[in-house]
Every structure is written in structure tokens, then in C-alpha cells.
Nanobody, 121 residues
């Protein structure tokens, strides 16, 4: 069993900052890509950012220059620092990780339960 636990969501005014954290636990042999997605009411779940084991990153155009993703491979954690927040950033944010539970296991995608981020104007 693998579990992703998120924390750090909340309510913030436009222009403010929040930091999301996600910790993976359970039967983990290796973790490949870790990332954050978000889903606003009535919309599909979209990629926010991902980061590889070696630190390569990718961001959605809408968050470039404002959000920073980072990870600690030793602790199996991934964080998302969100600055200059806008009302349109309001969504449920989900942690995602591709995790293998064994040396010869192909791995699979896991999701956290989601954490609400609300940005007021």
C-alpha cells in the first residue's frame, strides 16, 4: 500500500503565498516523477507542475514564474511554493507520484486526497 498525504492548503488573499507539501509513505521502492495537479469546480484536472528524480521540472504556463516545485528524494516529499496567487488559482490541488513498490515492478500512479486552495480577490 502506498499513500500520499498533502498539507498546506487554505484561504489567502490575492497576491499572497501558500506552500503545499506532500509526503509519500508505504511500500515504496522508488519514485519517479512527482507532481501537482489542480481541479477547479466544473473543470478538468490539469497539470500544475512536475519534477523528476534528478530535478528536471515542468510548469503550466499559467503558473510559470509564480510557483516553484521541489522535492526531497530522501524523505519522499514534494512541495509546491505558490507566490503571487490569483483568484483563478482557486482549486483543489492534488499530489501525484509514479511509484514502484519493487525492483521489477513497473510502478503506477498514485494520488493524494486533495487540498483546497482558495484565493480571494
Amino acid at each position: 500500500q502506498v499513500q500520499l498525504d498533502e498539507s498546506g492548503g487554505g484561504l489567502v488573499q490575492a497576491g499572497g503565498s501558500l506552500r503545499l507539501s506532500c509526503s509519500a509513505s508505504g511500500s515504496i521502492f522508488s519514485i519517479n516523477v512527482m507532481g501537482w495537479y489542480r481541479q477547479a469546480p466544473g473543470k478538468q484536472r490539469d497539470l500544475v507542475a512536475w519534477i523528476t528524480t534528478t530535478g528536471n521540472t515542468n510548469y503550466a504556463d499559467s503558473v510559470k514564474g509564480r510557483f516553484t516545485i521541489s522535492r526531497d528524494n530522501a524523505k519522499n516529499t514534494v512541495d509546491l511554493q505558490m507566490n503571487s496567487l490569483k483568484p483563478e488559482d482557486t482549486a483543489v490541488y492534488y499530489c501525484n507520484a509514479h511509484i514502484s513498490s519493487g525492483r521489477f515492478s513497473p510502478g503506477k500512479n498514485y494520488w493524494g486526497q486533495g487540498t483546497q486552495v482558495t484565493v480571494s480577490s
